[in-house]
């Protein structure tokens, strides 16, 4: 039977009845739609929309989960994990979710910040010296720049917000991406440490403070996490954020435990049909990786995810557990960029009417955003198509995530919040 052959009751009686035997699998207790002020029938009209995208051959499967008032009120695994073995989509897959390592990061650092190990002033260079002589790209060919001095250091903040004058170099155009292309940057075998060495010596594109670019700026702060901390990135993820929030299948390296649960990564080949895009799980996730990419590097279950945001959501703790201090966390989802530079004209974003804060997207003008959402909105994504949004004023959390490179050549992510929001009763 087809989703979109089910009654509306059907559906949601069905949904619910895989959310509560699901358990640690949507990582949040569950409660019928109504009682969160959600939509039956509103809400089954959202797997029909995404299934329209395996149907037409675009996306292989994808996960869906919504969450309201602490409570999970809508979870469905659509499509396949593997189309050749016919493999189904599972809701506890394990996900290579790239960018939505970065929020996980910027949780690190402001706890770091709650502890009195780091100030989001302080100048980089006080963790990491490398920085202390890094210069901006003045002018002149990739092969022989001109450089100048900064007009100021680079912060904590700047790294958090984007503003450090960092680039990426596979996203932009400019002479200092040709030269980050050169580098080879994201080399599994060096360490965090070595890596953020290597970026310090490449020049900025902007002075810190001057401009907003997406870069690897979050990597560098995984380097600052283990300096601050004194453990290394990966322990201190686990000891201070994943065993207290519960997210038991987070982490930089596969696991016994996620065998078989990795969706295969696909991209679409010239014929226009799916194809598998990369080995199920790529080299920087095996054990023998030493680089831990703070900026895009964690596998991660939905469930899992979804304390990580309810967390954020409910102001630093959940479970009665306090993770963050509110201050920390109202930091993180307040805008950091001055009025010069917002709202963010970047396809980073994906969005209009958005700010940045730490690690994330704010959504600062939500009467001319084209999407439904409130002020204050916290959201980002992954670049294999993870996608999740906290609205704190409704009290609501929406995640959709597929495997495609790259995962926003499809506006999943806008079709699930508009119907998401249209589901909205109270």
């Not at 009682?35 to 929309?49: Q, V, Y």
Request: proline residues 7%; glycine residues 10%.
């Amino acid at each position: 039977m087809t989703h979109d052959q089910r009654s509306a009751p059907y559906a949601i009686a069905w949904l619910l009845v895989i959310a509560t035997s699901a358990g640690a699998a949507q990582g949040l207790p569950s409660a019928r739609p109504a009682d969160l002020g959600l939509s039956s029938e509103a809400l089954a009209r959202i797997a029909p929309a995404l299934q329209a995208y395996v149907d037409s051959g675009k996306l292989a499967g994808m996960v869906a989960f919504i969450a309201r008032h602490g409570k999970v009120g809508y979870v469905q695994a659509i499509g396949s994990a593997n189309i050749e073995s016919k493999t189904p989509m599972r809701t506890d897959g394990v996900f290579r979710i790239y960018s939505m390592t970065k929020p996980v990061i910027a949780v690190a650092i402001m706890k770091l910040v709650d502890q009195g190990a780091v100030k989001l002033d302080d100048p980089v260079a006080k963790f990491l010296p490398a920085f202390a002589s890094t210069k901006v790209y003045a002018g002149g060919p990739s092969s022989n720049p001109t450089l100048r001095n900064p007009n100021r250091p680079i912060t904590i903040e700047h790294l958090l917000a984007h503003s450090s004058g960092l680039t990426y170099g596979f996203f932009g155009q400019t002479p200092v991406d040709s030269i980050y292309r050169r580098s080879n940057l994201l080399d599994n075998s060096r360490t965090v440490r070595q890596f953020a060495d290597s970026i310090a010596k490449l020049p900025l594109v902007f002075s810190p403070g001057d401009a907003w670019t997406y870069s690897m700026s979050i990597d560098v702060l995984g380097a600052v996490v283990e300096v601050a901390s004194k453990r290394t990135l990966d322990r201190y993820l686990d000891e201070e954020v994943f065993a207290p929030l519960g997210m038991r299948e987070t982490a930089f390296r596969i696991t016994p435990a996620m065998e078989g649960r990795i969706p295969v990564l696909y991209s679409r080949g010239p014929d226009g049909r799916l194809r598998a895009a990369a080995q199920l799980v790529g080299a920087q996730y095996q054990p023998t990786s030493v680089f831990l990419g703070g900026g895009g590097g964690l596998l991660s279950t939905p469930a899992d995810y979804l304390r990580f945001a309810q967390m954020l959501l409910n102001g630093g703790e959940l479970d009665g557990r306090r993770i963050l201090s509110q201050e920390s966390v109202a930091s993180m989802m307040r805008n950091h960029l001055p009025a010069a530079l917002t709202p963010i004209d970047s396809p980073m974003i994906g969005h209009s009417g958005y700010g940045y804060g730490l690690a994330g997207a704010v959504l600062v003008d939500s009467a001319h955003a084209p999407l439904p959402g409130s002020t204050g909105v916290y959201r980002w994504w992954g670049l294999m198509g993870t996608f999740f949004w906290v609205d704190p004023k409704a009290d609501l959390i929406g995640m959709v995530w597929t495997q495609f490179n790259t995962g926003r050549v499809y506006p999943i992510e806008q079709d699930f919040q508009r119907l998401v929001y249209a589901a909205i009763q109270r």
